[in-house]
């Protein structure tokens, strides 16, 4: 018995570990975050992972926040509020108001006027989508798998925004954006790695004894008029995820072999324009 199968039997096929205990993270652990990483060079992966702090931009905020709101709007209610506007708070009476409003909410996130009317406009451009809205049906949110690749021995992870079991199981991962547009949207899949996502995911499924039918990419305009599209990648798109995503981890286990992390090459480079700059 391999070593990858091994583990297959000892961990289960899905953890219910929390967003914080995931996202810890350690050297030699493979996931998408380390990917991108890693396809810069092995030494922007270290620096990476020895970060002490990660910081937050608003645009991560306000995309957590509509995760939450469309997949775990329970957890949504709980965790988040917005906040009023209320009006010149260098007045003392608007200061009084706000702070004890923010202090009957403490503990929650609280987000804009503006924000909170985003996401609603989100969630009912969704809805009114035919295909979308039956995409978000019996599933369980925020699903992290575990496993060992098969090829290298790499300890793998990912973290699926959505997933619905059953004969013909599918992930949907949800994407918030300027543009939706199928041109527009190739160009993200290619500039973010999302087809490296995609092989990374379906991956872990299939180790785990749980093949995907389909990975879904939901693309959800933030700005008015809050277009949705949904996508599928296709196979030349694929071929070209899965081949990406094992020479990074063959480039982890080399590194981890070796103890090196080396960035870019040592020697003098020549580099051409870009075709576009050229003609």
């Known amino acids: 018995m391999t070593l990858a199968m091994t583990k297959m039997t000892e961990q289960p096929l899905f953890t219910g570990e929390t967003a914080e205990a995931y996202h810890v993270k350690r050297l030699g652990e493979l996931s998408n975050s380390g990917i991108k990483r890693l396809m810069r060079s092995p030494a922007h992966y270290k620096a990476w992972i020895e970060e002490t702090e990660a910081v937050d931009t608003p645009a991560l905020i306000f995309g957590r926040a509509f995760h939450c709101a469309l997949l775990e709007p329970e957890r ?3 965790a ?3 906040e009023p506007d209320f009006g010149d708070c260098r007045f003392k009476e608007n200061k009084g108001r706000r702070d004890a409003w923010r202090a009957e909410n403490a503990g929650k996130e609280s987000l804009s006027v503006e924000d909170g009317e985003r996401i609603q406009s989100m969630l009912e451009a969704i809805r009114e989508h035919p295909w979308a809205r039956l995409a978000i049906r019996d599933g369980q949110s925020e699903v992290t798998l575990r496993w060992t690749d098969e090829q290298t021995g790499v300890e793998c992870k990912a973290r699926a925004d959505y997933y619905v079991p059953g ?6 991962d949800v994407k918030t954006c300027e543009d939706a547009s199928p041109k527009a949207f190739a160009k993200s899949i290619a500039t973010y790695g999302y087809h490296v996502q995609h092989a990374h995911y379906c991956e872990g499924f299939r180790v785990r ?5 389909n990975y879904l990419l939901l693309a959800v305009e933030h700005h008015a008029p809050f277009a949705v599209a949904l996508y599928h990648i296709d196979a030349a798109a694929e071929t070209r995820g899965y081949e990406l995503r094992q020479r990074a981890a063959e480039d982890l286990e080399k590194c981890m072999q070796a103890g090196d992390w080396p960035a870019y090459s040592n020697d003098i480079t020549s580099l051409s324009l870009p075709a576009w700059a050229l003609y």
């Open 76 to 78: 949504f209610a709980a």
């Open 80 to 82: 988040y509020t917005v």
């Open 167 to 172: 004969k013909a199981p599918f992930v949907l």
């Open 209 to 213: 004894g749980n093949p995907l039918s």
